[in-house]
Nanobody, 123 residues
Framework: QVQLVESGGGLVQIGGSLRLSCAAS????????MGWFRQAPGKEREFVAG????????YYADSVKGRFTISRDNAENTIYLQMNSLKPEDMAVYYC????????????????WGKGTLVTVSS
């Protein structure tokens, strides 16, 4: 069974930065396509950023392009989400998710989910 554990959430000011981490275990890291999603209060969960299974390709939601960067450390079985220039609309619970398919570009088809980490953006 795959386990995904997020960390790094917290309180940050508008315009600030935060880095989220997600550690995966239970299956070979190379067999998983992984990504980040978020859910703001009263809104549906949405795709933020993702990898192809090889990690060679990355995908971003338009709302975060140029501000967020997804990266990975294969030796540590961990992916990261560097979030810069944070805005109030970025405030949400951020989830790490994984699938056995080829890439993560949308909400559908995800096989495994973490429990989430809260990001609060304040003025």
């Amino acid at each position: 069974q795959v386990q995904l554990v997020e960390s790094g959430g917290g309180l940050v000011q508008i315009g600030g930065s935060l880095r989220l981490s997600c550690a995966a275990s239970g299956l070979p890291f190379s067999s998983l396509s992984m990504g980040w999603f978020r859910q703001a209060p009263g809104k549906e969960r949405e795709f933020v950023a993702g990898f192809s299974r090889s990690g060679g390709d990355t995908y971003y939601a338009d709302s975060v392009k140029g501000r967020f960067t997804i990266s990975r450390d294969n030796a540590e079985n961990t992916i990261y989400l560097q979030m810069n220039s944070l805005k109030p609309e970025d405030m949400a619970v951020y989830y790490c998710a994984a699938r056995l398919g080829n890439r993560v570009t949308a909400l559908t088809g995800m096989d495994y989910w973490g429990k989430g980490t809260l990001v609060t953006v304040s003025s």
